[in-house]
């Protein structure tokens, strides 16, 4: 049975594009045959920290949404990254046998760069702890969105590197991109990819008169409804396409294409965007409401999951330290 894991960096509310590219897809692949680890990296987010109060809002937030979201965990482990300090141990193991250049060579780490981010030896290091976490577990697959993939292929190189010097001790684990959001960057208000950094984001959990005002900053030209469209290079119709069945979203683009007196304005296609994602999310928010009243219940799985993942990564460690020659 394979394992199966990922995780989810607590460094900003959780929005509709960290929903479609990674949570909602951890929630389904729970079902599949395996065995399931997702966890809440706090030692990464520590690399864009602004304080203790808001990084321990921020894991809650983490915690509460997956599990309202649907994680089971009876089907999947649910754990706080840095409740395995040995990953930290592992990332030590791993930093001494990969080359600056290869850290050098990450898109992530070089963008950040170019946005004039003064980098800390640790978000130099990122990728090191992520292979450090993937490996920990003997991970076979990487559920994760496009701009992680790169990650996950430093974590076979590292992977490799340490098993030729010291023998096999790491698994070889592969990225697993889904195949629908491989392409589907979530639109953010403002048409470009939906990003905390960009803040044009929709919270996964908004609703009512804070939803609709968000929803309402989406972007749209001048041009009147009856004026045909190319539906698809509509952003309130990008985002539509994720709530509505297939045929519903082919139903509301005949009507744009068309243009004339049936075709809808961009009013009508935000109000059935509303609509849609507090249908979408109306069971979940529920239980997050129900959660938030019961925080030692979430406590109780983030430690018995801890405990799971603790000693699988322990023993990773303990054949590692061998490999090596630390024990
Ligand atoms: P942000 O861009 O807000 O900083 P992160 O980089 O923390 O988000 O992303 C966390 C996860 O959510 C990643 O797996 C990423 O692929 C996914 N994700 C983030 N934004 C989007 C988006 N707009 N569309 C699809 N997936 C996204
Ligand atoms: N870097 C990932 C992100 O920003 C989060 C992460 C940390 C992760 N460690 C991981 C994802 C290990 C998959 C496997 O989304």
Redesign the pocket.
Known sequence: MPTILSG??P??QL?L??Y???LAQHVALQHEPGEHFYFIADYHALTTSKGAAELRERVRDVALSYLALGLDPAKAVLFRQSDVPEVTELAWLLACVTGMGLLERAHSYKDKLAHGIRPSVGLFTYPLLMAADILAYDSDQVP??K??VQHVEMAQDMAGYFNGAYGEVFKRPEARLPAA?AE???PGLDGE?????YGNTIWIFESGKALKKRIGAIVTDSRPPEEPKDPEGLVPCQLLKLFLSAEEYAQWCERIRAGGPGAPGYGHLKLRLQEAIEQHFAAARAERERLVQHPEQVERVLRDGAAVARARARATRDRALQACGLR
């Not at 990819?193 to 950094?197: A, G």
């Open positions: 989810v960096q460094s900003g929005h594009g960290n479609f590219g990674a994760v969105g701009d992680q959001a589907a960057k979530v990819k939906m990003s905390k950094s």
